[in-house]
């Protein structure tokens, strides 16, 4: 008997998303595809998919024609492209959408990372990406950066459902849940449905024991060595504990009690970046109910073909519960972490600045790929 071990992770409670979309996707029915036989309920963007996605133009090749030919300057080139890829990941999933009450069906989209610093205009490019994509089931990609954090209030408070990106640490991830519940109030105060409100908050996983491991490594002790590929998971555990003490606290109740949709925790950066690791340990370890697990295709495949298998009474599907009640254990991690010598704030504080470069530079090669095509179409 064949295990579809996507459908036990489904039904564990975890949203599964892919972290990944192309007009190549859209137009061979392949995200369709995803959607029917891989239990997949929504999408997430970034500037690097973005970036890769044009790249292999071909799919684009008659807009791009058809922007050259209208003298679309190229900031208008890259809103048009990606929102029409967008819009269209939307219109497929409205199903989803409908079936699920707005919970899943999703499909994200990132403010420009050029503005990760800047809170105005990233509330400005926030209200614009959602005005021009036009669809109930888009969510507004906003980083979790200092200034970003008040953004995320802001937009929420316009009634604009948001998906906070580049979570690292658990310090942070309080201080988006605070601006969730601020933007919820908000909201409220402006007369909006909090029903038609949802939002994510995106906690990067994988890059977190990257940074970790290169300096236990670097340490080069037994102690260092012992602790080895431990910090990630264990950081997600803890986060999913503030999420169910920060979700249990009477000012949620008080939202709750007005309509409004939980900000579920999304696992990011799901892909495994070590070949020493087991490809799906950023699934399999992080399965819990109420969160989304978005995923390269790779790493969907590798779910779907050999992820850990639970118990004898679990009738051989996935573990159950892999984080619930392991906050204790997590942060006994951190605490060995710091003792063998690892600067943990530090690791939070590199990996967000990387995390706003690597999209920067990214949208760089966006806006030069995008250049090159206007171009060549203008002959």
């Known amino acids: 008997m064949t295990i579809d071990r996507l459908a036990q992770l489904s039904e564990a409670g975890v949203s599964i998303w892919l972290d990944d979309l192309s007009r190549e996707r859209l137009n061979t029915g392949n ?44 900031s208008g080139a890259v809103r048009e492209l990606t929102t029409t890829d967008v819009r269209n990941a939307a219109d497929l999933f409205r199903d989803v959408y409908t079936a699920t009450g707005g919970v899943d069906g999703r499909v994200s989209i990132e403010v420009d990372p050029r503005l990760a610093k800047d809170t105005g205009k990233t509330v400005a490019e926030a209200k614009d990406l959602w005005k021009t994509v036009d669809r109930p089931n888009v969510l507004i990609k906003i980083p979790a950066t200092a200034e970003g954090l008040p953004a995320i209030t802001a937009v929420l408070a316009e009634g604009i459902s948001v998906n906070v990106t580049l979570i690292f640490s658990v310090e942070r991830y309080k201080a988006v849940i605070e601006a969730f519940f601020a933007g919820l109030e908000q909201a409220k105060a402006n007369g909006h449905d909090l029903k038609g409100i949802h939002s ?40 999913y504990a503030a999420f169910e003490d920060l979700f249990a606290s009477d000012r949620w109740k008080a939202l709750a009690e007005a309509g409004a949709n939980a900000q579920r925790p999304l696992w990011a950066s799901t892909g495994v970046k070590d070949p020493a690791y087991s490809d799906t340990r950023y699934v ?12 390269p295709e790779k790493t969907l495949d590798a779910v779907a073909d050999h992820a850990e298998l639970g118990s004898a009474s679990n009738a051989g599907g996935l573990a159950g519960d892999t984080v619930t009640g392991r906050g204790q254990e997590a942060q006994a991690v951190f605490d060995k972490l710091s003792a063998a010598g690892i600067d943990v704030p530090d690791v939070f504080v590199t990996l967000e600045n990387e995390g706003v470069e690597k999209f920067e530079k990214s949208w760089q090669e966006l806006l030069d790929t995008v250049t090159g095509q206007l171009d060549k179409a203008k002959g």
């Open 200 to 239: 994510v908050a995106s906690f990067f996983v994988s890059r977190v024991d990257s940074e970790v491991d290169k300096r236990l490594n670097a340490l080069g002790t037994g102690e260092a060595k012992a602790l080895l590929g431990e910090a990630a998971i264990a950081n997600a555990r803890l986060a």
């Open 284 to 295: 399999d370890q992080l399965v819990v109910k109420d969160v989304v697990n978005t995923m």
């Open 31 to 74: 995200l369709a595809a995803l959607v029917r036989d891989k239990h997949v309920v929504g999408v997430t963007t970034n500037p690097t998919i973005f970036a890769n996605a044009l790249s292999d133009g071909a799919a684009y090749d008659a807009q791009v024609k058809e922007l050259a030919d209208r003298g679309t300057d190229l």
